[in-house]
């Protein structure tokens, strides 16, 4: 049977495949120009952390690719579950993002429960920036090397401490595992930021501290820390000198620190995208090359599917420290 459609409705049919047709030419349109207003990235840390650090300048890197704002915030509290959960309630159209570091795939090994859905609400866009550990202590300490940091601790029991930016931080969880391979005996002293540890450690508030090198390089090079020892299985070229942990005894810690970017779930693809074709462009230029260098770390991209993986199976070793340390969820 031939039906044929009434004039008054082909040209209802015709107006609204149109209207279908112009309203995704338009959305098209619009993700294609992402960004087209300031982008706001929220920190969860104090200033001056190597988040804190590295982002923002990630952030000005984009800011002069894309030709708009890229801005940093820093929202710190709760182990980074308050700026978190800011972003998890935010627009999912891709001008507010997280930044964070492997301290995010701790969190499930930290808290009871989360205030947002650990595996739906924050989609991972890409992982940019890996930096070893650096065990450092004050430059004018008495430890010259790892070994003599493990003999005192042995000597004196319950006589040594740490510092981190708080429990349940990647310094933190790193350190605890250091002391179940090393037989390192230490307190952990938490402050409210991996700065104010610094600070702390430079003042002989605090003995030794662990934290990625974006955090501490400047104050090495400043020749206010001495580096001890750096995970990974080479040495930096910012300090050819400092022995990798397997080199200086300590064998089987490979803890790597990343820094990466999450957005709300319910982003638009395209613009997340976009995001990972920028941050790709960005840690492929010489300046973000150098200043990777510079700080011990590289600048490599993992993202997509590949981000999520990597940070499930964070959160699986991380599951073994926390047990082995029996640090209890709160």
Excluded at 162 to 175: D, E, K, L, Q, R
């Amino acid at each position: 049977m031939n039906i044929q459609l009434k004039p008054s409705r082909r040209a209802a049919t015709v107006l609204c495949l149109l209207t279908i047709s112009c309203a995704g030419a338009f959305n098209a349109s619009a993700q294609a120009v992402y960004p087209e207003k300031l982008v706001k990235i929220v920190v969860p840390y104090p200033p001056g952390g190597a988040v804190d650090q590295v982002t923002r300048r990630v952030a000005q890197k984009l800011t002069e690719q894309t030709g708009q704002s890229f801005i940093v915030e820093n929202k710190a509290g709760g182990t980074g579950t308050i700026g978190a959960l800011q972003v998890a309630r935010s627009a999912p159209d891709g001008y507010t993002l997280m930044a964070n570091d492997t301290t995010y795939s701790i969190l499930p090994n930290v808290f009871k429960k989360l205030p947002w859905d650990y595996d739906q609400d924050l989609v991972p866009v890409a992982a940019f920036n890996f930096a070893p550990m650096a065990l450092v202590v004050a430059a004018d300490s008495n430890f010259k090397t790892v070994a003599d940091l493990v003999a005192y601790s042995k000597s004196n029991p319950g006589k040594l401490n740490y510092g981190t930016g708080g429990a349940g931080t990647t310094p933190h969880f790193s350190t605890e595992a250091l002391k179940s391979v090393s037989k390192l005996d230490a307190t952990h002293v938490p402050f409210k930021g991996a700065g104010e540890a610094t600070l702390a450690l430079m003042g002989h508030s605090i003995d030794f501290q662990i934290a990625s090198t974006p955090g501490v390089m400047g104050q090495v090079k400043g020749g206010k820390l001495r580096l001890l020892a750096i995970s990974g299985d080479k040495r930096l070229k910012a300090a050819p000198d400092t022995p990798t942990f397997d080199e200086a005894g300590i064998r089987g810690y490979g803890v790597i620190n990343f820094t990466g970017l999450w957005l709300p779930k319910g982003t638009p693809a395209a613009v997340v995208q976009r995001l990972q074709k920028e941050i790709g462009v960005a840690m492929a230029s010489v300046d973000i090359q150098k200043f990777a260098d510079d700080l011990g770390a590289v600048p490599k991209v993992v993202d997509g599917a590949a981000f999520a993986k990597m940070l499930a199976e964070n959160t699986q070793l991380w599951s073994k420290v926390a047990a082995s340390a029996q640090i209890d969820k709160q």
